[in-house]
């Protein structure tokens, strides 16, 4: 057996990792590469391997870094089966057709071919298996698979793969717990060999407790200033628990004097998408909200049209403009933020990762300057950031996951730049005897 790595190594973006055994071909995801310049040039590069060779694709949740270059796949030749929960095929097929879309924008404006299109879309979301958490699949002679709940986002999992009677789990992305909407993680209780992520491999997340005292500080200070607070948030499960607590707030403290955007037409269809799969959420939301509206949208302003979009403007003080893309890197909030981040009395506020590269990143780390859509901008916008919104498991709880997999003889470590990989590999050497690693793009290692 061989498990060859093709993305997210010492990076956050692009996950594809590649196994071999029992005659067989496996891809665990196809990510989009984001951020740095180069990535659009990763992107449209050939694969490492031969698509037309893979019999199967494992889908553990929908974020367009693990899911973003399928239809690529598809359209150089993959034609065999792909594997996930319900919930994930779903929002697969809405983040793909969103990127076609923007992707065929793009591609008109800068006079260059799209990766791929609608029809690759369309084709590639025929090839798919739904499978229900803990429900486990023989996929192939001699290879059985099991996805159970990763507590990350909707319908999100970890993923146990047997192959030769070699057990593989990879986590894909951890869900940080607690989560306000899904369950925890599970645990995979046995294992040879751990694929675990390391976003935030060094860091321990601010108490969860404080997340709404720390949203209501910011809400409360832009009413002051009678400003405007921009979110860029992600389409799946951020934005639906910012609603949910911008609702929360709202119903304790009053917030009348508000207008409320949510300037997201992916989000929008996503929201709709929690609705339908509520046996996905947890069972305290289940119970609280049987019967109402838990995303608090009676509020809101969706805007679903670019015109309704551009008209957010002219709305009155203060206003709070969620709007994606999560990492600035694309999407609406580059508009706000053309219109909002030279004025002191605004701010922006971080409920995300921000990968090396983006937009995002740099107006995270200080920068004063920054140019969007050619223009220079001057940022004047208080810049806040609210750690425990985010949906990845930290260093603590990494570890933790990975200490109560037994019989562990490698574990390796991707989907984190490099030093955040290298100090979870260190706390876990201290918790277990597995040798960890760290792989490099290309790298592969045989069993």
């Given at each position: 057996?061989?498990?060859?790595?093709?993305?997210?190594?010492?990076?956050?973006?692009?996950?594809?990792?590649?196994?071999?055994?029992?005659?067989?071909?496996i891809?665990?995801?196809?990510?989009?590469?984001q951020?740095?310049?180069?990535?659009?040039?990763?992107?449209?590069?050939?694969?490492?391997?031969?698509?037309?060779?893979?019999?199967?694709?494992?889908?553990?949740?929908?974020?367009?870094?693990?899911?973003?270059?399928?239809?690529?796949?598809?359209?150089?030749?993959?034609?065999?089966?792909?594997?996930?929960t319900?919930?994930?095929?779903?929002?697969?097929?809405?983040?793909?057709?969103?990127?076609?879309?923007?992707?065929?924008?793009?591609?008109?404006?800068?006079?260059?071919?799209?990766?791929?299109?609608?029809?690759?879309?369309?084709?590639?979301?025929?090839?798919?298996?739904?499978?229900?958490?803990?429900?486990?699949?023989?996929?192939?002679?001699?290879?059985?698979l099991?996805?159970?709940?990763?507590?990350?986002?909707?319908?999100?999992?970890?993923?146990?793969?047997?192959?030769?009677?070699?057990?593989?789990?990879?986590?894909?992305?951890?869900?940080?717990?607690?989560?306000?909407?899904?369950?925890?993680?599970?645990?995979?209780?046995?294992?040879?060999?751990?694929i675990?992520?390391?976003?935030?491999?060094?860091?321990?997340?601010?108490?969860?407790?404080?997340?709404?005292?720390?949203?209501?500080?910011?809400?409360?200070?832009?009413?002051?200033?009678?400003?405007?607070?921009?979110?860029?948030s992600?389409?799946?499960e951020?934005?639906?628990?910012?609603?949910?607590?911008?609702?929360?707030?709202?119903?304790?403290?009053?917030?009348?004097?508000?207008?409320?955007?949510?300037?997201?037409?992916?989000?929008?269809?996503?929201?709709?998408?929690?609705?339908?799969?509520?046996?996905y959420?947890?069972?305290?939301?289940?119970?609280?909200?049987?019967?109402?509206?838990?995303?608090?949208?009676?509020?809101?302003?969706v805007?679903?049209?670019?015109?309704?979009?551009?008209?957010?403007?002219?709305?009155?003080?203060?206003?709070?403009?969620?709007?994606?893309?999560?990492?600035?890197?694309?999407?609406?909030?580059?508009?706000?933020?053309?219109?909002?981040?030279?004025?002191?009395?605004?701010?922006?506020?971080?409920?995300?990762?921000?990968?090396?590269?983006?937009?995002?990143?740099?107006?995270?780390?200080?920068?004063?300057?920054?140019?969007?859509?050619?223009?220079?901008?001057?940022?004047?916008?208080?810049?806040?950031?609210?750690?425990?919104?985010?949906?990845?498991?930290?260093?603590?709880?990494?570890?933790?996951?990975?200490?109560?997999?037994?019989?562990?003889?490698?574990?390796?470590?991707?989907?984190?730049?490099?030093?955040?990989?290298?100090?979870?590999?260190?706390?876990?050497?201290?918790?277990?005897?597995?040798?960890?690693?760290v792989p490099?793009?290309?790298?592969?290692?045989?069993?």
């Amino acid at each position: 057996m061989r498990i060859s790595f093709h993305g997210a190594c010492r990076e956050v973006t692009g996950s594809n990792i590649l196994i071999e055994g029992a005659g067989k071909k496996i891809l665990l995801e196809c990510g989009m590469f984001q951020g740095f310049r180069m990535a659009e040039e990763r992107n449209y590069a050939p694969f490492a391997y031969n698509p037309a060779e893979i019999d199967a694709v494992i889908i553990c949740h929908a974020h367009l870094d693990h899911v973003g270059r399928l239809p690529k796949l598809y359209k150089e030749g993959f034609r065999g089966k792909v594997y996930s929960t319900a919930p994930t095929k779903e929002l697969t097929g809405l983040v793909l057709d969103d990127t076609q879309k923007l992707m065929a924008e793009e591609s008109r404006r800068d006079n260059h071919p799209p990766l791929y299109v609608k029809e690759d879309v369309l084709a590639f979301m025929e090839l798919f298996e739904t499978l229900d958490y803990s429900e486990k699949v023989e996929i192939m002679p001699n290879i059985k698979l099991t996805l159970l709940n990763s507590g990350h986002i909707l319908g999100s999992a970890v993923c146990e793969l047997v192959v030769e009677d070699k057990i593989i789990a990879y986590t894909s992305d951890l869900g940080n717990n607690p989560s306000l909407l899904l369950n925890p993680p599970e645990n995979i209780k046995k294992a040879d060999i751990v694929i675990c992520e390391s976003t935030y491999g060094g860091r321990v997340h601010e108490d969860a407790n404080r997340r709404k005292e720390k949203l209501a500080e910011v809400i409360s200070a832009t009413a002051q200033n009678n400003g405007v607070l921009l979110i860029p948030s992600f389409a799946i499960e951020r934005t639906q628990e910012l609603l949910h607590d911008i609702d929360d707030f709202c119903t304790v403290s009053g917030c009348g004097q508000f207008n409320f955007y949510l300037d997201s037409p992916l989000a929008t269809k996503v929201t709709e998408v929690f609705k339908k799969y509520k046996e996905y959420l947890s069972p305290e939301v289940n119970r609280r909200y049987a019967d109402g509206d838990f995303l608090g949208l009676e509020r809101v302003h969706v805007t679903p049209t670019s015109q309704e979009s551009k008209e957010i403007e002219h709305g009155a003080n203060p206003k709070i403009i969620i709007a994606g893309s999560g990492m600035m890197n694309g999407g609406r909030i580059l508009h706000h933020a053309m219109d909002f981040l030279g004025d002191s009395r605004n701010a922006l506020l971080f409920v995300g990762y921000q990968a090396n590269g983006t937009l995002g990143r740099r107006l995270f780390e200080g920068d004063k300057k920054v140019k969007i859509f050619g223009k220079e901008i001057e940022v004047r916008a208080k810049i806040k950031s609210i750690g425990s919104y985010s949906a990845h498991a930290d260093m603590p709880q990494l570890v933790d996951w990975v200490s109560k997999v037994s019989e562990v003889k490698k574990v390796f470590l991707v989907h984190g730049e490099t030093e955040q990989s290298l100090v979870l590999a260190r706390e876990i050497n201290k918790k277990i005897s597995a040798e960890v690693i760290v792989p490099q793009l290309g790298e592969e290692y045989s069993f």
